[in-house]
C-alpha cells in the first residue's frame, strides 16, 4: 500500500481538462511544499513535470499546473492531447521514517 | 546534454549480491544528491535511497535498510548501489534520479527528481 494516495485511474477526451488527487498526511502533503508530479509513458522513465507543488521544469508545457489544498495534492491537465495518455505519480517529502514517498499512479486515458 | 546513464543489472539467485552503477555527463555531479527508485512489474515508483551531494550523508527505505548501500565516487561522476541478501521481491527495475534539493545543515531537501536514467532490471529468482 502507497503512502500516498490517487486514483487508479483517469480519462478525458481531448481538449478537456482533467485532474488527478494525492492524498497523504500532515507529515508529507500537508506539512511541506515539496510535492512533485511524474509522468510516465510504457517502458519509459518517469518525467518531473511539477515540483515545488506548482512549479514547472522547463520545457513542460503550461497546461499542466499543480496545487495544493491540506493534506490533497492536484495536478490539473488542461487541453488534454493524446500525447498526455499515460501513468502519473505524485511523490512528497515526508518526515516519517522514509523520506520520499510515491502515490501508487494513475492511468490517465485520453479517449 | 544532461544524461544518466546505468548498469549492472542483470539474474540474480535470492540471497546474492549486485552492484548497479550510474555514469552522470552534463552537470556538475558532486553538487547533486542522487537516488534510486525502483519499480516492480506493473508496479509503481518506490524509493530507495538518496545520497548527499559530497557522499557524507545516506537514507535507505525501510525495505532495503541494512542489505543495500548507496555510495558514489565525484571523481567519476558515478552513482553506485551495492545490493546484498536480495529477495524475489527486489525484482524490478532500478533508475537513478537526480536530486533537486541537496542535504543542508542536518536537513533533506527534497523538492523532486529532475533528470532520470533508462533503468536497469534487476531480476531476482532461482
Known amino acids: 500500500q502507497s503512502a500516498l494516495t490517487q486514483p487508479a485511474s483517469v480519462s478525458g477526451s481531448p481538449g478537456q481538462s482533467i485532474t488527478i488527487s494525492c492524498t497523504g498526511t500532515?507529515?508529507?502533503?500537508?506539512?511541506?511544499?515539496?510535492v512533485s508530479w511524474y509522468q510516465q509513458h510504457p517502458g519509459k522513465a518517469p518525467k518531473l513535470m511539477i515540483y515545488e507543488v506548482s512549479n514547472r521544469p522547463s520545457g513542460v508545457p503550461d497546461r499542466f499546473s499543480g496545487s495544493k489544498s491540506g493534506n490533497t495534492a492536484s495536478l490539473t491537465i488542461s487541453g488534454l492531447q493524446a500525447e498526455d495518455e499515460a501513468d502519473y505519480y505524485c511523490?512528497?517529502?515526508?518526515?516519517?521514517?522514509?523520506?520520499?514517498?510515491f502515490g501508487g499512479g494513475t492511468k490517465l486515458t485520453v479517449l | 546534454e544532461v544524461q544518466l546513464l546505468e548498469s549492472g543489472g542483470g539474474l540474480v539467485q535470492p540471497g546474492g549480491s549486485l552492484r548497479l552503477s550510474c555514469a552522470a555527463s552534463?552537470?556538475?555531479?558532486?553538487?547533486?544528491?542522487m537516488s534510486w527508485v525502483r519499480q516492480a512489474p506493473g508496479k509503481g515508483l518506490e524509493w530507495v535511497s538518496a545520497i548527499s551531494g559530497s557522499g557524507g550523508s545516506t537514507y535507505y527505505a525501510d525495505s532495503v535498510k541494512g542489505r543495500f548501500t548507496i555510495s558514489r565516487d565525484n571523481s567519476k561522476n558515478t552513482l553506485y548501489l551495492q545490493m546484498n541478501s536480495l529477495r524475489a521481491e527486489d525484482t524490478a527495475v532500478y533508475y537513478c534520479?537526480?536530486?533537486?534539493?541537496?542535504?543542508?545543515?542536518?536537513?533533506?531537501?527534497?523538492?523532486?527528481?529532475?533528470?532520470w536514467g533508462q533503468g536497469t532490471t534487476v531480476t531476482v529468482s532461482s
Open positions: 534520479a537526480k536530486w533537486l534539493g541537496d542535504y543542508r545543515g542536518g536537513i533533506w531537501y527534497y523538492y523532486g527528481m529532475d533528470v
Open positions: 511523490s512528497s517529502y515526508t518526515s516519517s521514517s522514509t523520506l520520499v514517498v
Open positions: 552534463g552537470f556538475t555531479f558532486s553538487s547533486y544528491a
Open positions: 500532515s507529515s508529507d502533503v500537508g506539512g511541506y511544499n515539496y
